[in-house]
């Protein structure tokens, strides 16, 4: 209930800069400690510094080195994707979901789990995971 009173007195626009919202779950006295699948902490030092490779060598003739970097223009021009991949942000955008701010954002986070995932760009997955990544908070609210 707190949550959402919050949620509620935060700006669209202010929201609208927020790239990743994601609700987690409180960890229970019975799960913690308990031993699982998490990935050790050089495994994942090694994914990012990977995908970050990937991001220089995709963006250093724009004179860029990561995904945050790259301007709407970019990604609507020489990166732009299929329509196919990203039909559901389209959707978002022109029902109003989405502005073009947000849409943006969800490209240059669509962009990074492409990389985190060694792939060349993103499909319409990593595009619907970062569309729902970005409105995670809005839909618990």
Excluded: C, K
Excluded at 25 to 33: M, P, T, Y
Excluded at 88 to 110: C, M, N, Q
């Amino acid at each position: 209930m707190m949550r959402r009173r919050y949620l509620a007195r935060m700006s669209g626009p202010l929201l609208d800069r927020v790239d990743i919202q994601l609700q987690v779950e409180r960890v229970s006295l019975a799960d913690f400690g308990q031993a699982g699948a998490e990935e050790d902490t050089a495994s994942v030092a090694r994914r990012v510094r990977d995908a970050r490779q990937r991001q220089v060598q995709r963006l250093g003739p724009f004179g860029l080195e990561t995904n945050s970097q790259v301007s709407g223009r970019v990604l609507r021009g020489e990166l732009r994707l299929p329509p196919g991949v990203t039909r559901i942000l389209d959707h978002s955008l022109e029902r109003g979901i989405l502005t073009a701010r947000g849409y943006d954002r969800v490209l240059r986070l669509a962009w990074t789990l492409a990389d985190l995932g060694l792939r060349d760009a993103p499909d319409a997955n990593d595009v619907g995971q970062a569309l729902g990544l970005r409105q995670a908070t809005a839909a618990a609210a």
